[in-house]
């Protein structure tokens, strides 16, 4: 049974106990999925395979871009480019209409970024990322010296301009918006644990606070995490996805037979789970929707 049912909630979530359905395995390291709604397709990244690639689900999996250099997260903006965080190039770039690669993040303060890693796009065009240095050495990335002395969560404006918005992470890394975009929350791998802030309306994060701490069995730390239609965090983790309430009660988990990395909502409905698992492509179908992207 994938499901772990741990309130009531859960089973609107996951009703009838869905399956965790294998798409396709033999990947190196899976990250960044992304539904692709313009298309029909989840764009997603292999780490040390240094390519992007596409499902779409009359056509298989195929190669999307495969002279990525060290992909990581993938989102798509409001005008359905697709927006990539580089390890090796250390920087966020964009896929303009005409298929060029241009970078839009390369630099703070002088300084290269360590590794983007994640990376969300508010309502208003303004891009939040994370900057671990995970793409600093081998496999998933060049080794390279740190030039900030931080891992830094930043926002980037739409008119280019770059603001480091908080730099006491550990390990900053998977991050998503509240349906209202009112409160953000940011996973710390090496710590563990959520944070969730408060964002303003000039893009300013405050009243930073633990949201919750995910400890368990099985293989896998905070990574990727999403947001449903009703508030629900989708957090990677121990064992598999793990699913908290609004007020930060635990729901349930899903079982993934991998250690998982990433999720992101997909298909017309917006209510499949794909994840990224080590080597695999999974998906899950569930009752109540996510947010869509682009």
């Not at 090796?88 to 970078?103: C, L, M, Y």
């Not at 890394?173 to 009112?182: I, M, T, V």
């Not at 998906?283 to 929707?289: C, E, K, Y």
Request: proline share 8%; hydrophobic share 35%.
């Amino acid at each position: 049974m994938p499901i772990e049912y741990n309130d009531v909630a859960m089973e609107r979530i996951a009703p009838g106990d869905p399956p965790v359905e294998l798409i396709q395995g033999g990947f190196q390291f899976l990250e960044g999925p992304v539904w692709d709604r313009r298309n029909g397709r989840l764009i997603f990244s292999d780490i040390p395979g240094r390519a992007l690639h596409q499902y779409a689900p009359e056509g298989g999996v195929s190669v999307y871009r495969p002279d990525a250099p060290f992909p990581n997260g993938n989102t798509i903006d409001q005008q359905g480019r697709l927006l990539t965080c580089e390890h090796a190039g250390r920087d966020v770039v964009r896929q303009e209409a005409n298929g060029s690669v241009v970078p839009i993040a390369t630099h703070f303060e002088g300084k290269r970024l360590n590794s983007p890693n994640d990376i969300v796009v508010r309502g208003d065009g303004d891009v939040f990322f994370t900057d671990p240095p995970y793409g600093l050495q081998s496999p998933h990335g060049v080794a390279a010296e740190q030039e900030l002395s931080y891992h830094g969560v930043f926002r980037l404006d739409p008119d280019g301009a770059l603001t480091l918005l908080v730099d006491d992470f550990e390990r900053p890394n998977g991050l998503a918006f509240s349906p209202d975009e009112r409160l953000l929350y940011i996973d710390d791998t090496a710590r563990g644990h959520i944070r969730v802030f408060t964002v303003t309306d000039e893009g300013k994060l405050t009243n930073d606070r633990v949201f919750a701490v995910l400890q368990g069995d099985g293989r896998g730390r905070p990574d990727g995490m999403k947001v449903d239609r009703e508030g629900n965090v989708y957090c990677t983790g121990p064992g598999g996805v793990w699913v908290f309430s609004p007020l930060a009660g635990l729901l349930g988990r899903i079982r993934v037979p991998e250690q998982t990395a990433n999720v992101a909502w997909g298909d017309a409905d917006w209510r499949t789970l794909y994840l990224t698992a080590s080597t695999g492509l999974y998906r899950i179908r569930l009752g109540i929707a996510g947010i869509p992207v682009g």
